[in-house]
């Protein structure tokens, strides 16, 4: 099983160059936040409170979740796509990653998703350092926080650019000071700057490393 690991911070990058790595290698992508995103968006949905632990969790073990090789995210039978990249969504989300007994549940839908694909480009904050330690390579992608708030801004037009990089900033500190895997850097990920750099010259770099990996 193939599996190539992207992991980093937000605005980093990761999506675009990780969808790219999959098609150029006719591998499947899985986006991982998209599936913290979606507990969260089951929580709101169903009025429990995202920092209620312990009904979040069974929220995570319950809910019907469909990552659609479209692209798509389905979540109790509902196209919810579009609604887990919304304000709301992005509010509550961190505290949700941070809640364990999601963690759990999401990892396991996440190596079962990957064995059903026969691997794939999987793109999170975990995914080298936790769920696939294993992983054929693994890219840490990182950008100035300035680079990554002014990508997050083009692409939410509707919140001042302040607005982004405070909420950016926040989710950082976020992830990387939570006590379950953190967003930290495994010690044999490849780390690339992004931020000079255009997206072709990013695939083409992470393209080049696995060509190295024996
Ligand atoms: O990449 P994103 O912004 O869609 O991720 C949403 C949130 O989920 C973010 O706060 C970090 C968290 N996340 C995580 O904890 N572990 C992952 N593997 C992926 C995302």
Redesign the pocket.
């Known amino acids: 099983m193939r599996v190539i690991a992207i ?1 980093g911070p ?1 605005g980093s990058g ?2 675009t160059v990780a969808k790219a790595v999959a098609d150029a290698l006719a591998l499947g992508y899985l ?7 979606s507990v969260a968006f089951a929580a709101l949905r169903r009025g429990v409170d995202p920092e209620e632990p312990d009904k979040v969790g069974h929220i995570a073990r319950d809910m019907q979740l469909d990552m659609k090789d479209d692209g798509t995210v389905w979540v109790d039978g509902v196209d919810a796509s579009i609604e887990i990249r919304g304000p709301e969504v ?1 509010r509550a ?2 505290v949700v ?1 941070a809640n364990s007994a999601v ?1 759990a549940e ?1 990892r396991d839908r996440q190596r079962s998703w990957a064995a059903k694909h026969g691997g794939g480009v999987m ?5 080298g350092t936790v ?1 696939f330690p294993d992983a054929e390579l693994k890219v840490y992608l990182d950008a100035r926080p300035d680079v990554r708030a002014a990508r997050r801004s083009k692409e939410v037009t509707d919140l001042e650019y302040e607005t982004v990089a405070a909420d950016i900033a926040r ?1 950082d500190a ?2 990387q000071g939570r006590d379950d ?1 953190p ?1 930290t850097t495994a010690d044999d990920a490849v780390l690339i700057d992004t931020s000079d750099l255009t997206v072709d010259q990013i695939v083409a770099a992470v393209v080049a490393e696995l060509e190295k990996v024996p």
Do not use: F, H, Q
């Open positions: 992991d937000a990761k999506s986006d991982t936040g998209a599936m913290y995103r992005t989300v961190s990653a963690r999401m793109e999170g904050r975990d995914i769920v989710r976020l992830d895997s967003l």
